[in-house]
Nanobody
């Protein structure tokens, strides 16, 4: 079992930046591939980014590629999402998620069912 707690959300103007953090506790953090998803009001939860256990492989949704960067610090049991050039369309609750059973460099799929542990979410609001 692993517990995930997100932080760093807030209100920002379009064009601004935020850095989300997800702190993990419980079992060995490096055993999990990690990801960020988001859910806007009235919409389904969607994939944002994922990072392999080693941190050397990443994948991004087309809508955030070039603006968002996922990273992890296994020594601190934390995964990050650096979000730059934010747009009103990025407004959503952002969730971190953990997947198990993947080798060091392998990425999980973009589907939420690949992930077994979820945080409670942090709100990101981008004003125009």
């Amino acid at each position: 079992q692993v517990q995930l707690v997100e932080s760093g959300g807030g209100l920002v103007q379009a064009g601004g930046s935020l850095r989300l953090s997800c702190a993990a506790s419980g079992r060995t953090f490096s055993a999990y591939a990690m990801a960020w998803f988001r859910q806007a009001p009235g919409k389904e939860r969607e994939f944002v980014a994922t990072i392999a256990r080693s941190g050397r492989s990443t994948d991004y949704a087309d809508s955030v590629k070039g603006r968002f960067t996922i990273s992890r610090d296994n020594a601190k049991n934390t995964v990050y999402l650096q979000m730059n050039t934010l747009e009103p369309e990025d407004t959503a609750v952002y969730y971190c998620a953990a997947a198990t059973g993947y080798s060091l460099g392998r990425l999980p799929t973009r589907t939420s069912t690949s992930y077994i542990y979820w945080g409670q979410g942090t709100q990101v609001t981008v004003s125009s």
